[in-house]
């Protein structure tokens, strides 16, 4: 492993600033109907992926990709100094850790797991910051060591008052601003899968219970230092809904007069396939430059600014690499040809999850780009799972309906590579269900040359931790 992390450092020093990928480079890549190449994997780069992890179904991330999008995220604009956070939840191995660690990109865990895995691959806890639904019954430890808290509840903020009473101890508060940005949804109010902020979001405190003058009592109450306010909206990422939000948080700074940073949560658009919009970073982040800057004339403080982005920095960075285990045809009016892979919701839930769609490449068993062949089908892909809610193929945004994709026509034993894997895929998923081993994860260097960063889980780690008691 120190020749892969030896590799990681330098790769991270010796590249230019490269710009992000728009999602109309990616679409006019994919709209071919028999590509030579995925979104980063070619039929020869597969295959060398899948001897590296000793078969399929595994997940493969390429350093160029992530290296691009953390360069656009380190320029993202800002009026004083910014940090950038990776919201590690959404691919947590620790070779992704180090490398944006080495790039100066700092940590947004969610839970106190979260905390003690970053710390484990050598992060500094003073880079980690602490936002989550549950506060760890450790949470004191974990501060003392460095991490830094958002109190996301007003008990939460009680505990850690309580704790820590007559110290005047930092605390960052986490604010719902009382709307929300969701990829999946166009309310800002009302309830989504991938909405965070409003009425219908349980995360962070209430933005009355600020203005107030709840959390600025509980604040005086217990002596505390309130450092940093931190809003969090979602993952649509909808400039407009982004700006406003970034002028209200700032009027939450105001009433705390210690606070040095402001963190503007929210994952940003990726645009996977034809017809999403990826994020524009400079555009989203140049008004609230000046935002920032009418603040520091009328406060008389310099803000930093905080992001915390996880989709847009390793999304189109990863993908699951599977092999088609059978084809199976049904006829009439509603027929389908259905293809079936060795992977699926135990690996990729997002589609059956949220109804999202992934661009899906074919490649030949070979390996060989000349094998690739002109013909098509369309076709339904569909995972290893008895579930009939393993969807690889779902109408777009309607994870109980499915839809056909008109692909290579592909045989058993062939290559399947869903890209857009990168994120919210081997952190979030069903893994193990019908006893599917996790699967392993490579790491594609800029040359091709392939590092296995985490072994297939075996059968026998799966339950191992059971215990037989005779009833």
Not at 65 to 70: F, G, H, M, N
Not at 140 to 147: E, Q, S
Request: some cysteine.
């Amino acid at each position: 492993m120190s020749r892969l992390f030896a590799f990681l450092a330098f790769c991270s020093t010796a590249s230019a600033f490269a710009p992000s990928i728009t999602g109309h480079t990616r679409s006019s890549e994919l709209s071919m109907a028999n590509p030579t190449k995925s979104v980063f994997l070619t039929p020869e780069t597969a295959k060398a992926c899948i001897e590296c992890a000793g078969g399929t179904p595994l997940y493969a991330y390429s350093l160029e990709k992530l290296e691009e999008s953390a360069n656009a995220c380190l320029a993202f604009p800002n009026a004083y100094g910014l940090t950038v956070r990776y919201a590690m939840k959404a691919c947590p191995n620790s070779s992704i850790l180090k490398y944006f660690s080495s790039k100066g990109i700092h940590i947004d865990a969610s839970s106190g797991y979260e905390v003690r895995r970053a710390m484990a691959a050598g992060i500094p806890a003073e880079h980690i910051s602490l936002s989550t639904q549950e506060l760890p019954a450790d949470f004191a430890d974990l501060v003392d060591m460095g991490i830094k808290l958002n109190a996301c509840s007003v008990s939460q903020l009680e505990r850690f008052g309580q704790h820590y009473a007559g110290t005047g101890a930092k605390i960052g508060v986490r604010v719902n601003p009382g709307v929300g940005s969701g990829g999946f949804s166009k309310s800002t109010t009302s309830f989504s899968k991938t909405n965070v902020g409003g009425p219908s979001s349980s995360f962070g405190i209430w933005h009355e219970l600020v203005t107030d003058g709840t959390v600025p009592a509980i604040v005086e109450k217990y002596g505390l230092s309130v450092e940093r306010i931190h809003t969090h909206i979602g993952s649509g990422s909808d400039p407009e809904i982004w700006q406003q939000v970034a002028t209200k948080s700032l009027s939450f700074c105001k009433l705390f007069p210690d606070v040095t940073a402001l963190n503007l949560g929210g994952g940003y658009k990726v645009g996977r396939v034809e017809g999403e919009k990826t994020t524009d970073l400079q555009l989203i982040g140049q008004p609230v430059v000046e935002a920032f800057r009418q603040f520091a004339q009328e406060e008389g403080r310099e803000l930093k600014l905080e992001i915390e982005p996880g989709t847009f920095l390793v999304a189109m960075a990863g993908a699951l690499v599977s092999t088609i285990q059978d084809k199976v045809i049904t006829t009439g009016d509603d027929g389908h040809t259905f293809l079936k892979l060795d992977a699926g919701m135990t690996d990729v839930l997002r589609p059956s999850l949220y109804g999202a769609v992934h661009p899906i490449t074919l490649f030949p068993a070979s390996g060989k780009t000349g094998d690739v062949g002109d013909e098509t089908e369309s076709v339904v892909v569909v995972g290893h799972c008895c579930e009939s809610g393993d969807l690889m193929t779902p109408k777009p945004g309607e994870p109980e309906d499915l839809a056909e994709r008109a692909l290579r026509k592909a045989t058993i034993g062939d290559i399947c590579v869903m890209d857009g894997s990168g994120a919210y895929c081997s952190g979030m998923s069903t893994k193990n269900y019908n006893s599917f081993p996790e699967a392993p994860e490579v790491l594609v260097g800029k040359n091709g040359e392939t590092f296995l960063i985490r072994k297939r889980q075996s059968l026998e780690q799966i339950y191992a931790n059971e215990i037989t008691v005779e009833v």
